[in-house]
């Protein structure tokens, strides 16, 4: 079970913390993905517990870190300078695998996923 925390409404700029904690087990991937009204969802960030390896979409690059605190089973994702297009219901998800960076992209690749923390930023 994935329970995520964190979302809320911000402004341009802002940052904001995303959590999620896996119960029952450690995941050898955790990720993140979004979903804008209207669009289907999209992949944000994951992270490989061997080695440590990230991968980030091309529009959060540079703003958006991921990172995992193993000891809680956690995953974090730090949001800093917000845009209006970061609007969108995040996801937390999973895989038992360590996922390929090329197979992160597919929301197919993942096991379990959150209920999802919605972010809003106004302009």
């Known amino acids: 079970q994935l329970q995520a925390s964190g979302g809320g409404l911000m402004q341009a700029g802002d940052s904001l913390r995303l959590s999620c904690t896996a119960s029952g087990r450690t995941f050898a991937t955790m990720g993140w993905f979004r979903q804008a009204p209207g669009q289907e969802r999209e992949f944000v960030a994951g992270l490989r517990l061997s080695g440590g390896s990230k991968l980030y979409s091309g529009s959060v690059k540079g703003r958006f870190t991921i990172s995992r605190d193993n000891a809680k089973n956690t995953v974090y994702l730090q949001m800093n300078n917000l845009k209006p297009e970061d609007t969108a219901v995040y996801y937390c998800?999973?895989?038992?695998?360590?996922?390929?960076?090329?197979?992160?992209?597919?929301?197919?690749?993942?096991?379990?996923w959150g209920q999802g923390t919605q972010v809003t930023v106004s302009s």
């Open positions: 998800t999973t895989s038992r695998s360590s996922l390929i960076m090329s197979s992160m992209w597919s929301s197919e690749s993942w096991h379990s």
